[in-house]
């Protein structure tokens, strides 16, 4: 393979594209020219801009990040450190520290996420094509695992709805499903069949469409480590960590609510939704506290995880504890 004897920057990214990709590629760009959201990518294809990609390797800093400051939150950032050793990732193992052990065994680049279902613009893609480096934004959010613990982690990405215009899902789409990466060999904690393989989770398709929701490609200014879902997860940041799938490889537009896996694994304790509430306990724990990685003492955890006023008016009218 050409790219493993070149530098990075030697590299266009129509050599490191399979031929059927790169005409998906060509289709794509030209229809959301047409729709007129594609002129940033457009330009972004000229070439040059490979330094930059979110493809490349972990750890990586990312250029020109916007940061408009609207949804962040200044509470203390969890430290780098903990963020990156500290994971739930268990396609590496159940351990804590198992990712930031074994993920580098994953090779993100390069990276072709299938599209496939209720959409205009199916097809496998280059993960360059999906993210158009000039939208990266940074996010400053509030994170929240069903484990009652939580940290702040500034994420780098482009909202997901930005990415859903450009694809086009059709009127029958309701809903959204993510899937990740299967691969025995990269993915060790796979020989052992703790989850129902791939990974998948869902959102209702106003949940993908709300402004918070993210496809994160980096966090703390750099490319995603491989133990935080490189080369791109989801953020959602009022749900359960759980939601946020990482190393995603397909992305489908439904229109029935998809199965996903910790559903699968225990239905009775992770529903679909997994918004945080600290009125709605786990059957095993209480989910009206947590604590902030770093600190010792308890704090309350937050309806929504505090992200209530861009989030409750949709599920007004919903019974929370039948649909957690
Ligand atoms: N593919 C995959 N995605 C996953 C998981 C996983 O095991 N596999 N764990 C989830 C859980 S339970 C949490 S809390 C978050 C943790 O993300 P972080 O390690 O970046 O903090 O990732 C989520 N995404
Ligand atoms: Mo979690």
């Not at 998906?24 to 940033?40: L, P, V």
């Not at 990276?111 to 993960?127: E, F, N």
């Not at 789409?173 to 796979?190: C, W």
């Not at 490889?249 to 229109?255: D, G, H, P, Q, T």
Request: charged share 25%; aromatic share 12%.
């Amino acid at each position: 393979m050409l790219f493993k004897f070149l530098k990075s920057s030697d590299v266009k990214t129509c050599e490191i594209t399979p031929e059927k990709t790169y005409m998906n590629r060509r289709i794509f760009m030209q229809d959301s020219a047409r729709i007129g959201a594609g002129a940033a990518s457009l330009a972004a294809f000229g070439g040059g801009l490979i330094g930059a990609s979110p493809a490349m390797a972990a750890g990586r800093k990312l250029e020109n990040i916007t940061r408009s400051g609207r949804y962040d939150t200044d509470e203390r950032q969890t430290s780098y450190k903990a963020v990156t050793s500290y994971n739930n990732f268990y396609e590496f193992g159940t351990g804590k520290e198992d990712p930031a052990r074994y993920a580098h065994r994953l090779n993100v680049r390069p990276w072709t996420v299938k599209v496939d279902g209720h959409v205009d613009h199916p097809g496998d893609y280059d993960l360059d094509d999906l993210i158009r480096p000039h939208a990266l934004e940074e996010r400053i959010y509030r994170m929240r695992c069903v484990e009652a613990w939580s940290m702040v982690i500034p994420w780098v990405g482009i909202p997901l709805s930005d990415m859903i215009k450009r694809l086009s899902p059709t009127s029958k789409a309701k809903y959204i499903r993510f899937e990740t990466l299967v691969d025995k060999k990269q993915m060790p904690g796979q020989k052992r069949r703790v989850i129902d393989w791939p990974y998948a989770e869902g959102l209702r398709m106003d949940e993908a469409m709300n402004p918070l929701t993210l496809m994160a490609v980096g966090l703390y200014g750099e490319t995603l480590p491989n133990q935080n879902g490189a080369p791109l997860r989801l953020v959602v940041p009022w749900k359960y960590g759980f939601k946020g799938i990482k190393s995603i490889v397909r992305i489908s537009f439904v229109s029935r609510k998809p199965n996903t896996s910790w559903q699968g694994l225990a239905a009775h304790e992770y529903g679909f939704y997994a918004n945080v509430n600290p009125a709605v306990d786990h059957p095993r724990w209480t989910q009206a506290n947590e604590r902030r990685i770093g600190e010792f003492r308890r704090r309350d955890t937050l309806m929504f995880n505090g992200y209530g006023d861009e989030v409750a008016h949709m599920y007004a009218g919903m019974n929370l504890k039948k649909y957690y």
